[in-house]
């Protein structure tokens, strides 16, 4: 099977017929790179979702205030200095010349302040930013305070943040929109223009170079620095199949791919002209979502029922067989970061106790009502992972599972919905999070139990956020690691959710034809690119 695979992989298979659409019109154009990544763009507001498809798709577009190096250190980007009171309390920001919106207007704090409450509203870090608030003053066009209630040590490291929800900038009048609404209109102040009129959801999304952006002096590094754009064209070409779009790099047909299928990466190391790389940090974590609205798991004794139930390995051997790629973590905060912790994760490293569970259950009051699961079929690893789940869950033999089949897009929709399952909602659904957003209590978007500020599933909890609080404006990192055991106790004691996975999964591009890429451990810039 794997010969006949890596020969037909290797053969180069022409895809023109499914790559072609305006691909003449776009080479007239000037340098074109194609970029396949993990999912197609469907959503186009970076604050709206946590989806990453959505985030990279802003970072193209939107800039930010700071942003996190190749060593995820923070830098300045579109502020060109600040300063801090001595009671820690009020930072001044200065936006830097030449910022200027796609449409020509200037960037003023007007933006920034209507941009930065709006994600503050979404974003778990950033809700955790603006629960320190008090409020954000412009003092001119350029300049403006970011006044505090108490110090609070994560200010900088939250607005530079490399994951979902993306801090983006956007003009006053889209940042002005309703949270909880999606903006429509795509007017940012980045590197790239989207172009709304070639956007085919399903086949491509397409982006043309800002002429106007001014980048910053500074080397390029992650995703700060300088923002060089050095091709015309990028396009976005969505192949749902995964060995079409190996199939695709290896015949030159596309130049970057995101996130290859692990089972693919011999072969793609193989192939003449094509690199596999990654950042150190690109470590993923899937996550198993409960809904703690809703019966059985509004109830903590049904949420630490699934610990005796769901067990971490099966997954990994599945989507990731190669072992070198494989991390078998049980700390909420990632395994080999400065905050791993396994604390209270003796159950779910025990073998599975079905009669624990079920008694857990009943105690819980569940009698037998169906468990809506939303199984995103379209995505390489949540798919897999939904039937190990399902087959793990079915073993315990008294719950009864209602699988209802979807794509990705779709469950990134519904999972918004607070409805009962049986009206529209769901009990269960599979994601991941990257291990660098996981690493900090703040920034780890899933982790929060704000109720209903929280992440999707709506966990509360107030203890665990207070103990949040504590980690955030901890002395030292010494006392920072102390209170992330504690933390992790309570979260196997809460179950806000259950992680079933750590691991790495390189991209690949074709090095024959490009240069220049830059290391993230998230959201793959497309600036500095050369394009042979």
Known sequence: MKTMLAAALLAGTALTGVLTGGSTAALAQGKVLRATMHADVRT???????????????NMIYDRLFASDEKLEPHPQMVEKWTVSEDKKVYTFTLRDG?????GTPVTTRDVIASTKRWGVRDGAGKALFGFTEDLVAKDDKTFEWRLKEPYGLVIDTLAKPTSSLPAIMREKEALTDPFQQVTEMIGSGPFVFKRDEWAPGSKTVYTKFADYVPRKEAPSGHAGAKVVKVDRVEF??????????????????????????????????APGVKLFGHPASGSMGIIQLNHLHPPFNNVKARQAMLHILKNPDYLNTFIPDKKLQTLCYSYFGCDTPMETDAG???????????????????????????????ATDHWYINPANLVMIQQMRKAGFLKLDVQAMDWGTVVSRRTKKEPPAQGG????????????????????????????????WPCDEKFEALRKNWAVAPDIEKRREIAVELSKRAYEQVPYISFAQWNNPSA???DKLS?????????????????
């Open 44 to 58: 186009l507001d970076p604050m709206w979702t946590t989806q990453v498809i959505a985030s990279i798709h802003g």
């Open 99 to 103: 910022l200027k919106f796609h449409d």
């Open 237 to 270: 070409v969505w192949l749902p199949d995964p060995q079409t779009q190996q199939s695709a790099l290896v015949a030159g047909e596309i130049d970057f791919l995101e996130a290859p299928q692990v089972d693919f990466l011999p072969i793609l190391e193989a």
């Open 345 to 375: 994760s003796e159950v779910y490293k025990a073998p599975p106790d079905y009669k624990k569970a079920e008694q857990l259950f009943k105690e819980a009051g569940y009698k037998g009502e169906p468990i809506t699961i939303l199984h």
């Open 426 to 457: 769901w009990n269960i659904f599979i994601t991941g999070t990257s291990i660098v957003g996981s690493a900090n209590p703040m920034t780890h978007v899933s982790i929060g139990m704000g109720c209903d500020k929280a992440w999707f599933g």
């Open 509 to 511: 591009y074709r090095s």
């Open 516 to 532: 220049g890429l830059l290391m993230a451990p998230s959201l793959p810039p497309m600036w500095n690119v050369s394009v042979k």
